[in-house]
T-cell receptor
Framework: DTGVSQDPRHKITKRGQNVTFRCDPI?????LYWYRQTLGQGPEFLTYFQNEAQLEKSRLLSDRFSAERPKGSFSTLEIQRTEQGDSAMYLC?????????????????FGPGTRLTVL | KQEVTQIPAALSVPEGENLVLNCSFT??????LQWFRQDPGKGLTSLLLIQSSQREQTSGRLNASLDKSSGRSTLYIAASQPGDSATYLC?????????WGAGTKLIIKP
């Protein structure tokens, strides 16, 4: 399978616990994005990486959230001291941004998501 | 700040009808606009991407148009089928992030 993969697909945790999600992008893609989606809403941008550099973080990404992409391949998103409001679908996407080019063809491809439930 | 709105929020039509889903955005300085499909509890499937320099894109029974000057995009679905039932989302690309509408939930009745 050459698409974006995410693990786990579902995670149930108790309030106050830490959780970590993993995303494996399409292999040749240099950009990786994290989004969060709550029921009945469109996704909201959290952060993105160009190779291993984290270039932008949303104000939605509180101090309890941290994302890494250490080797410019897979990425992890960690949530510390989870709260019930963190319950959502966490989506990962990847794209190929050509060097020196504009973003006019920056098509993002999404993984199946990780559904987090905080009890 | 870019805002994306989709109308209607829900739509139910009989099988075989042609239909149009609407997407509007407030900032015309976008790089492209993508339409996605999302089945219940699932991830997002990219349907069409329209670059800012383009007016429309077609894939099978789907046609998406883009009018940057008016801040609008439409997704046209021809000869709808029950398998088209899903939520359709549009997203405006502002370089490093997609700004999303809340989606249109489409139900095609057999």
């Amino acid at each position: 399978d050459t698409g974006v993969s995410q693990d786990p697909r579902h995670k149930i945790t108790k309030r106050g616990q830490n959780v970590t999600f993993r995303c494996d992008p399409i292999s040749e893609h240099n950009r990786l994005y994290w989004y969060r989606q709550t029921l009945g809403q469109g996704p909201e941008f959290l952060t993105y990486f160009q190779n291993e550099a984290q270039l932008e973080k949303s104000r939605l990404l509180s101090d309890r959230f941290s994302a890494e992409r250490p080797k410019g391949s897979f990425s992890t998103l960690e949530i510390q001291r989870t709260e019930q409001g963190d319950s959502a679908m966490y989506l990962c996407a990847s794209s190929l941004q050509l060097a020196g080019g504009s973003s006019s063809y920056n098509e993002q491809f999404f993984g199946p998501g990780t559904r987090l439930t905080v009890l | 700040k870019q805002e994306v709105t989709q109308i209607p929020a829900a739509l139910s039509v009989p099988e075989g009808e042609n239909l149009v889903l609407n997407c509007s955005f407030t900032d015309s300085a976008i790089y492209n606009l993508q339409w996605f499909r999302q089945d219940p509890g699932k991830g997002l499937t990219s349907l069409l991407l329209i670059q800012s320099s383009q007016r429309e894109q077609t894939s099978g029974r789907l046609n998406a148009s883009l009018d940057k000057s008016s801040g609008r995009s439409t997704l046209y679905i021809a000869a709808s089928q029950p398998g088209d039932s899903a939520t359709y989302l549009c997203a405006a690309d502002s370089n490093y992030q997609l700004i999303w509408g809340a989606g249109t939930k489409l139900i095609i009745k057999p």
